[in-house]
């Protein structure tokens, strides 16, 4: 079993950086591969960014290539996602997820997930 918790969400303006960060309960934290997913009101949940086990691998959607980075921590159980040049379209609620098997864009590919943290850019 992994608990997710989410946190570094905000109201930010356009152009401003925030950085999230996932804290993973557990000894098994190092297997798992990493993901960030968002949701804004009224549309489906989207992946943003992934990360292999050993951070050597990564993933990120067309929409944040260039402007997100996602890294993890294994010795601090975190996966981080720094968020540069946020733009109003990145308002959504941010969640992180944990999966056994290969990092993968598809939701349904991991095993556990966070409550959420939110993410608001003004215009």
């Known amino acids: 079993q992994v608990q997710l918790v989410e946190s570094g969400g905000g109201l930010v303006q356009a152009g401003d950086s925030l950085r999230l960060s996932c804290a993973a309960s557990?000894?098994?934290?190092?297997?798992?591969?990493m993901g960030w997913f968002r949701q804004a009101p009224g549309k489906e949940r989207e992946f943003v960014a992934a990360i292999s086990w050993s951070g050597g691998s990564t993933y990120y959607a067309d929409s944040v290539k260039g402007r997100f980075t996602i890294s993890r921590d294994n010795a601090k159980n975190t996966v981080y996602l720094q968020m540069n040049s946020l733009k109003p379209e990145d308002t959504a609620v941010y969640y992180c997820?944990?999966?056994?098997?290969?990092?993968?864009?598809?939701?349904?590919?991991?095993?556990?997930w966070g409550q959420g943290t939110q993410v608001t850019v003004s215009s």
């Open positions: 557990g000894r098994t934290f190092s297997r798992y591969a």
């Open positions: 997820a944990a999966g056994r098997g290969l990092p993968t864009i598809v939701g349904t590919g991991y095993d556990y």
